[in-house]
């Protein structure tokens, strides 16, 4: 019993635990609302949520499908990293979808406008999230404007900026803007041999092993440097840092250029693989980079468990693509994955209820041993 308490207190696997049980109840929790909206489909919508790309038969169009999942899957990483790296830090960035935004207008205007190459068209969209970071970091190191007013302030400020910019390079007759394989094929992220393995998917490229390997940069980064630690220290108590000689407002700033920087690039991974178009009538802000907070809280605020809840909060959306329409609305998947994705933000209470009853625990064991300690002596006695 002592040894799997010590288990249990561990974060990993308590951040493991925690992350299957907001799983299971978010599958349930959609599993009764589609039994109340229809019970005749419902075992069948929720199983198909789950499958995703192995709704189909053909092992060529499962495997197709699955890298437009993997595709998907790596901007949600970057958004997560850039909530998680923030959060860290003691920041909320809930700009990561401005950032997002941000990002992919600059990398498309450079690809579509000025016909530059993939990995410069990438560079300024990390730029470009970076900068926007950068402005709510110092809001909020030399004027103490709470980060999350300051990033829905330019969240919304980024995405009309962006249609209006990219409406110079968009199709005449439609709102969407050129294609990149007509207009600069030199500014899709090349695939090197990657789209093979996905029985010849084009939009698979280097950006999901470049995603992955930026996670595992990042945990280095946090866990591993002096940089990380003072950044951290910062998180915990800016006054203390300060206190240590630590630089807390240029590490603020920092920490906002750090995680624009990395929504910026999961745009870039995105929009530079020819997998969607910017749409220049948007009038909302992407689900993307919201998605990434969820993602990061399933992934238990760690770097490589990201990795995972990305994928999954990734495959339970694409999923839900394949829900009868006849039986359910359209709206029928996003409702399935958007309980799943809220049920991920409790993650952390999860945890604490946990530690509170381990802590329960230990303390009666405790109270046990004195106890039989006391009657031994007494009959000693």
């Not at 799997?4 to 959609?30: D, E, H, T």
């Not at 437009?68 to 949600?76: F, S």
């Not at 029985?199 to 390997?213: C, E, G, R, S, W």
Request: glycine share 8%; aromatic share 12%.
């Amino acid at each position: 019993m002592k040894g799997q308490r010590s288990i249990l207190r561990n974060k990993g696997v308590q951040s493991l635990l925690a992350s299957l049980l907001c799983i299971v109840v978010g599958l349930l929790v959609g599993y009764l609302v589609l039994l109340i909206i229809n019970p005749a489909g419902a075992w069948e919508a929720i199983t198909t949520i789950v499958k995703n790309f192995f709704y189909y038969p053909s092992p060529q169009a499962q495997l197709r499908y699955f890298g437009n999942t993997l595709v998907k899957t790596a901007p949600l990483l970057m958004c997560a990293l850039s909530v998680l790296f923030a959060y860290k830090v003691g920041l909320f960035n809930i700009g990561a979808a401005g950032q997002y935004v941000i990002g992919a207008g600059a990398c498309l205007y450079c690809a579509l406008a000025w016909n530059m190459p993939w990995f410069v068209c990438m560079l300024a969209a990390v730029a470009a999230g970076a900068v926007l970071g950068a402005i709510s970091g110092a809001l909020k190191a030399y004027r103490n404007v709470n980060e999350v007013i300051s990033c829905i302030m330019l969240n919304w400020i980024s995405l009309y900026a962006v249609n209006v910019l990219l409406s110079q390079v968009k199709e005449t007759a439609s709102p969407y803007t050129l294609t990149l394989s007509s207009t600069n094929p030199g500014a899709a992220i090349p695939s090197l041999g990657l789209d093979k393995l996905f029985y010849n998917n084009q939009y698979v490229t280097i950006a999901i092993p470049l995603t992955i390997l930026v996670a595992v940069a990042i945990w280095v980064l946090l866990e591993k440097t002096k940089l990380g630690y003072e950044l951290k220290a910062t998180g915990y108590n800016k006054f203390a840092a300060q206190y240590c000689g630590m630089k807390e407002k240029r590490n603020i700033i920092l920490t906002m250029v750090i995680a624009g920087g990395l929504a910026g690039l999961g745009a870039a991974t995105l929009y530079l693989t020819g997998f969607e178009q910017w749409q220049t009538t948007h009038s909302s802000i992407p689900s993307m980079g919201f998605n990434g907070i969820a993602a990061a809280f399933l992934g238990g605020l760690n770097p490589i468990g990201s990795i995972f809840a990305s994928y999954f909060i990734q495959h339970i959306t694409s999923g839900g693509a394949y829900v009868d329409k006849t039986m359910y609305s359209a709206q029928i998947s996003d409702l399935i994955s958007s309980l799943i994705i809220y049920l991920c933000g409790f993650v952390l209470f999860f945890k604490s209820l946990l530690d509170r009853r381990l802590d329960r625990q230990a303390e009666r064991a405790v109270a046990r041993a004195k106890a039989a300690a006391e009657q031994k002596g007494g009959e000693q006695k």
